[in-house]
């Protein structure tokens, strides 16, 4: 279905969740800027807010997120504790300026604190922004979930979830440090369904330790009959060397190159032939979804929770790590847990890493997320004269379509979605940044 060509995909490159990207930020952008971006935010701007719980009941071997056990309860009760004053600080700037059109938690997995303890700051996210008309989604650890979880998603409205599957097959569970048997997730989902949860993902994954194309063949099939509204098939990225907790993994047991190429071309014939709309080339969601709606009007975007209809401008993110985008800013919070808390406790912003977005970066940034999430982009014929070095290797493969004012990848180009708008990517040198396989 799609040619193989390793020498296109050799260049690990980013995600490009932002541009610039995260390895562009450094301290030099911190708490003045995020202050003064808030200060600039009008009265009926459009606000996404993400709230991010960096702790799991179980952490996993291959997990790249900014996560700890949550098995110190007095720990996570602090963070909660500073996380509430955050919510304080940020809407006593915002001034009640802004509108919050969607609060997502993320993380780790937000179900590793009690359930009571969501409510308490859902209720305080809600108060102090004038946040009750806001759509609510959240990841999920269906291994950490119970009644009283099942319970709160209803009553708290939750209309978007994202349960972590990664791989049915037990063998795989097992070499990446995730046992989760598949009736505890079809239990999940009919749970989920019937607290309301009108839209759900499944998180997939390819190129794990020992998996074959009879592994992934096998997670697909339960995933195609349980009929997840939106499915991600991500490539596992293997970077041991940035990520301690990778080590568990025996790397000689990863799929090569080769194999995970064919693995990605089996999740996506496989998932659109079973009536999923394509979202890029690793995500999927079934025609009514709002992501295949946004997919067909030309309307779809990416940001730091990867493919979103959400159309805001300003995302505010809240807790450690988290990070916050305006038109001409990316901002990150303090990443350490506990240096996070003693900066709200002095009732400071977190804000401090993050890279300012020129008018230049804007319109690159523009060029790759139109490249990524429409498949084609208007571009200046000075930009793609200097682009046309880097381009020229995928156009001679038929990967690209170039016309005056006009760039468009072609269906067979689509794996090397991420390799050909790194082209547009004026930051990247040959050893800058440490990325994940672009496929």
């Known amino acids: 279905m799609w040619p193989y060509y390793p020498d296109l995909l050799d260049r690990p490159v980013p995600r490009y969740t932002s541009y610039p990207t995260a390895a562009e930020f450094d301290d030099s952008i911190g708490l ?7 200060d600039m935010i009008g009265v009926e701007t459009p606000i996404s807010l993400y709230v991010h719980i960096p702790y799991c009941q179980e952490i996993c071997w291959y997990c790249g997120c900014n996560t700890g056990a949550a098995n110190r309860g007095d720990r996570v009760a602090t963070y909660l504790d500073a996380l509430e004053e955050e919510i304080h600080l940020v809407a006593r700037h915002l001034g009640g300026r802004g509108r919050i059109s969607r609060i997502a938690f993320g993380g780790g997995s937000p179900n590793a604190i009690p359930a009571l303890a969501f409510v308490r700051l859902l209720d305080r996210i809600v108060t102090e922004f004038h946040a009750a008309s806001a759509e609510i989604a959240i990841e999920l650890d269906p291994r950490s979930l119970d009644n009283d979880w099942y319970d709160v998603l209803a009553k708290t409205r939750v209309t978007r979830a994202s349960l972590g599957v990664q791989t049915f097959a037990p063998h795989i569970q097992q070499a990446i440090g995730r046992i989760q048997p598949l009736a505890m997730i079809e239990a999940a989902l009919a749970r989920l369904r019937a607290a309301h949860v009108s839209s759900i993902n499944f998180d997939l994954m390819y190129g794990l330790p020992h998996q074959h194309l009879a592994d992934l063949d096998d997670t697909l099939d339960h995933a195609i009959r349980l009929a997840p509204d939106r499915i991600a098939l991500f490539g596992y990225a293997h970077l041991p060397s940035v990520i301690s907790r990778q080590r568990h993994i025996d790397e000689q047991s990863l799929p090569d190159s080769h194999r995970r190429f064919e693995q990605a071309a089996r999740g996506y014939r496989r998932l659109t032939a079973a009536g999923y709309v394509p979202i890029g080339f690793d995500h999927f969601a079934l025609p009514g979804d709002s992501l295949a709606l946004a997919a067909a009007e030309h309307k779809l975007h990416r940001n730091f929770q990867g493919f979103t209809d959400d159309p ?102 689509l794996p090397y979605a991420r390799a050909i708008a790194a082209c547009f990517d ?4 040959p050893s800058k940044g440490t990325f994940s396989h672009a496929i």
Not at 32 to 38: E, K, V
Not at 426 to 429: C, T
Request: net charge positive; hydrophobic share 35%; with cysteine.
């Open 426 to 429: 004026a930051y990247r040198g």
């Open 312 to 413: 805001c401008e300003v995302m505010l993110g809240l807790g450690a790590s988290a990070i916050s985008q305006f038109p001409d800013l990316i901002v990150q919070n303090e990443k350490m847990a506990g240096r996070y808390r003693m900066l709200v406790g002095a009732h400071q912003l977190a804000g401090r890493r993050g890279v300012r977005r020129s008018t230049e970066d804007q319109w690159r940034g523009r060029i790759i997320e139109q490249l990524l999430c429409s498949g084609s982009a208007k571009i200046e014929d000075e930009l793609m004269h200097r682009a046309g070095p880097a381009l020229r290797p995928f156009g001679d493969h038929g990967l690209v379509r170039c016309s005056p004012g006009q760039m468009a990848i072609t269906p067979t180009g």
């Open 32 to 38: 003045s800027d995020q202050t003064a971006a808030i």
